[in-house]
């Protein structure tokens, strides 16, 4: 059956809101570790650029090996009990991680901050498929998945260099990207607790439109 964009925001408001939360920190992470931490580490920490990318290489094929692990975790645990506690130790961590390489940066440290982010982002991001497609009926999943992703990923992950640089220029602190990654995990939060969709809602059948 056809799945119009107005079925999901007439019928599914508070779902759609979850699933943007779902998805905001672990993309303002990953474009966090992954697209702006090399210009940063130049430019802030004035390490060569060869670190961050080494850093990001490794830690890419180390994924290869975490990613399937904390997704046995979520099939063991549920994906409520492991995606939780991830955000809040993202939140929690990003200042100690940040303030351990900007004190004294190194490639080494800088390594194992990108190390201690990756095996948090592990543990947030598996979760993510698995709870928006519980957070929708079957008609709209598709359509509302497709919303939620592009809202999350186009303001919090593709803007995430933008704001960033420009909150480096006006704060002048170098704890920026740790204050973009707390403020991310405590909006995802705060989305996801305060409009996750009730088990109901989900096995019921939306009368759609425009068919």
Not at 22 to 29: D, K, M, R, Y
Not at 42 to 54: E, M, N, Q
Not at 82 to 98: D, E, Q, R
Request: with cysteine; proline share 11%.
């Amino acid at each position: 059956p056809r799945a119009p964009l107005l079925v999901v925001f007439r019928d599914f408001p508070a779902p759609l809101v979850a699933a943007i939360g779902t998805i905001v920190c672990g993309t303002a992470a990953t474009y966090l570790w992954n697209s702006y931490l090399p210009v940063y580490v130049v430019r802030t920490l004035s390490l060569p650029i060869t670190a961050p990318l080494l850093g990001a290489a490794l830690c890419g094929a180390f994924n290869m090996v975490w990613n399937p692990v904390t997704g046995l975790l979520c099939d063991r645990f549920g994906p409520y009990r492991v995606f939780f506690p991830a955000l809040i130790a993202n939140g929690l961590l990003a200042f100690p991680l940040f303030a351990f390489v900007i004190q004294a940066p190194s490639p080494g440290r800088l390594f194992l901050v990108q190390w201690a982010g990756t095996i948090l982002l592990g543990l947030q991001a598996s979760p993510i498929p698995a709870l928006i497609a519980s957070y929708f009926p079957i008609p709209v999943r598709s359509t509302a998945l497709a919303v939620a992703y592009n809202v999350s990923v186009t303001l919090f992950g593709g803007l995430a260099p933008l704001t960033m640089t420009y909150a480096m220029m006006t704060l002048k602190t170098p704890y920026v990207p740790a204050l973009y990654l707390s403020a991310a995990a405590a909006l995802s939060l705060v989305l996801v607790a305060g409009f996750r969709p009730r088990p109901e809602l989900v096995s019921a059948e939306p009368a759609l439109s425009g068919e």
